[in-house]
């Protein structure tokens, strides 16, 4: 484990944050609680922080995701704002045009000297675009993934060439220029763990974000990552996202967890269900029925600072992964405190590794591109 890994900050910008819950902290979507967090990841040593984009909640007794701020603008005051870690937003490649989206990343790109990332989503749940009268439902999952594909190609081209012409099933460029071109170029990263999703991430993205409901899962979704992208002679880091409870003692911290669950907002969470295209009935259903740690939205782990690092070394380790995005309940309590007795452990590990990969000639190792 002697590489440099990954670990960067899902950042709050929407009302609660990743936590479905009534008994869980409800960070704001406030751009002066992004900042505060912004900045104690950069004091703690991450290495990025990130922004979904998000256009509608999904109400229940927390109205959750309700209040939202947007993804792009808001890093950019938060590029301002940091000197070091690195700056993804998020852009819909359904909603956006690709000159519009290659204009606004370089600019972003020049305002945070060189640290901007592209998070790419293709507009996949029906609520969030049927308010704006932009949905199409008569596109597929591969569907969207082929528009995707164009409308990357496009703000490429248009990041590397003076002017652009395209006649795409999708989109059409003009003698398109969108000037300055920016050096380097942002920093592309997409999530999805579909073979039609992986298969985007190894052919375009730089960073990739993955999902399993088992280790084993990840390793093999991260392995195929990686391997796909080596054939298309390209390199791509994985990721996964992870919730961090963190307590003086193993207990405390499963208390602390287990008290989240006990609020679980189950009207939002059938809410949110169903925006994935389920029916409602099932979708509500199956909330009546969840489990307290449903609450968490992303994978969890709970414990002392010595247990966290032991677990996140642990999950790195056997899924293979380049790194990961964290979570914390109450951002400004859970960040610095990760960052002041669980980071310095997990950069020892690192060190220690290389030390050892320097003095030890390996045998049978398999290295992960």
């Known amino acids: 484990m002697g590489e440099h890994k990954d670990y960067g900050v899902f950042l709050p910008n929407a009302a609660g944050g990743w936590m479905i819950s009534s008994t869980a902290p409800y960070p704001p979507a406030s751009y002066d609680y992004n900042r505060q967090v912004a900045r104690l990841a950069e004091d703690a040593g991450l290495d990025f922080i990130m922004a979904m984009a998000k256009w509608r909640g999904f ?6 995701w309700g209040e939202t701020l947007e993804s792009m603008t808001m890093m950019a005051g938060l590029a301002e704002a940091t000197s070091r870690v690195k700056i993804w937003a998020t852009v819909h490649a359904n909603m956006q045009n690709p000159a519009f989206a290659a204009k606004v990343f370089t600019t972003l790109q020049q305002i945070s000297g060189g640290r901007a990332g592209m998070n790419i989503v293709n507009g996949a749940y029906a609520d969030e675009f049927q308010q704006m009268g932009i949905w199409d439902d008569t596109m597929s999952h591969d569907d969207r993934y082929a528009m995707t594909e164009e409308w990357t190609q496009a703000v490429l081209r248009l990041w590397s060439e003076p002017s652009v012409t395209m006649n795409g099933q999708f989109f059409t460029l003009t003698d398109c220029e969108s000037r300055p071109l920016p050096d380097p170029r942002p920093t592309i990263i997409s999530a999805g763990r579909s073979d039609r999703g992986r298969a985007f991430q190894a052919q375009y993205s730089d960073g ?3 999902g399993s ?6 390793r093999d979704l991260s392995r195929d990552v990686h391997e796909r992208a080596a ?4 390199t791509v880091r994985t990721y996964s996202m992870m919730t961090i409870v963190q307590g003086d003692t193993d207990a405390e911290a499963e208390a602390t967890a287990e008290r989240y669950g006990e609020g679980l907002d189950r009207e939002a969470l059938s809410n949110m269900r169903r925006s994935w295209g389920w029916d409602a009935q099932r979708a509500l259903s199956w909330a009546e029925g969840a489990k307290g740690e449903e609450a968490f939205q ?7 600072a010595e247990t966290l690092s032991e677990k996140v070394l642990d999950i790195l380790d056997r899924a293979e992964l380049d790194g990961l995005m964290l979570i914390f309940p109450d951002y400004l309590e859970g960040l610095p405190r990760f960052g002041e007795t669980v980071l310095p452990a997990l950069r020892a590990a690192e060190s220690a590794g290389a030390d050892a990969a320097g003095t030890t000639e390996p045998v049978g190792a398999e290295v992960a591109s």
Do not use: I
Request: aromatic content about 8%; cysteine-free; overall charge negative.
């Open 59 to 64: 109400g229940g007794s927390t109205d959750h």
């Open 208 to 210: 990739a974000f993955l």
């Open 213 to 218: 409901e088992t280790l084993e899962g990840m």
């Open 231 to 234: 054939a298309n002679g390209r």
């Open 298 to 304: 992303t994978p969890y782990v709970t414990g002392s």
